[in-house]
């Protein structure tokens, strides 16, 4: 099993709609939850990082952590087709260098 | 300003070949990072280094050699190179164990 669990997708909404992506983890070490965006042949870019449980919104996207479920989310309202594009889930311990990433999903936003 | 560059961005080459990847940052980052993205897409920390002292180690097999020669420059050496080595290398820096990694633009590797 691996440590962190995300579904590829693919993942195909209109546009404007609400995407929601999720990943589940094991490790209950894990304290620091970021979400990153892949585009075509592009190296990951950082969009959210949380910390611990709750809830952080930077404009479209919303992350939410619940740490007693082990289950992550990122949500994009009012979805738009520079969108698409994969995105990953990442997480870490404290103290810990090493960043686990889920296997990524591939959104496609459609005009 | 590119913060991440990596070089070169696509190299094809044959089995049992030795090649080298190289890194350098311009953001004043004390850690950098080598990670493996694979066909499906997930990537996967290879080797990390905090002022030039390696911290991660993963099992990765022996002829991938990584050299810090200062902060700013990591370097991937891979030798007598396998059909299963063909991905995409990333490099990445951070701030110690900074939670804002940044990414290169990737290393497009075929081993035919």
């Known amino acids: 099993q691996k440590e962190v669990e995300q579904d590829p997708g693919p993942l195909s909404v209109p546009e404007g709609a609400i995407v929601s992506l999720n990943c589940t983890y094991s490790?209950?070490?894990?304290?620091?939850f970021m979400w990153y965006r892949q585009y075509s042949r592009k190296g990951p870019e950082l969009l959210m990082y949380?910390?611990?449980?709750g809830n952080k919104e930077d404009g479209r996207f919303t992350a939410q952590v619940d740490k007693s479920s082990k289950y992550i989310s990122l949500f994009i309202r009012d979805s738009q087709p520079s969108d698409s594009a994969t995105y990953l889930c990442?997480?870490?311990?404290?103290?810990?260098?090493?960043?686990?990433f889920g296997a990524g999903t591939t959104v496609t936003v459609r005009a | 300003d590119t913060a991440v560059s990596q070089t070169p961005k696509y190299l094809v080459t044959q089995m049992g070949n030795d090649k080298s990847i190289k890194c350098e940052q311009n953001?004043?980052?004390?850690?950098m990072y080598w990670y493996k993205q694979d066909s499906k897409k997930f990537l996967k920390i290879m080797f990390s280094?905090?002022?030039?002292?390696?911290?991660i180690n993963e099992t990765v097999p022996n002829r991938f050699s990584p050299k810090s020669p200062d902060k700013a420059h990591l370097n991937l050496h891979i030798n007598s190179l396998e059909l299963g080595d063909s991905a995409v290398y990333f490099c990445a820096s951070s701030v110690g164990t900074g939670n804002t990694i940044y990414f290169g633009e990737g290393s497009w590797l075929t081993v035919v």
């Open positions: 949380t910390y611990s449980s």
């Open positions: 990442a997480m870490r311990s404290a103290n810990d260098y090493k960043l686990s």
């Open positions: 953001l004043g980052h004390d850690t």
């Open positions: 490790n209950s070490a894990f304290q620091y």
């Open positions: 280094y905090n002022n030039k002292e390696l911290i």
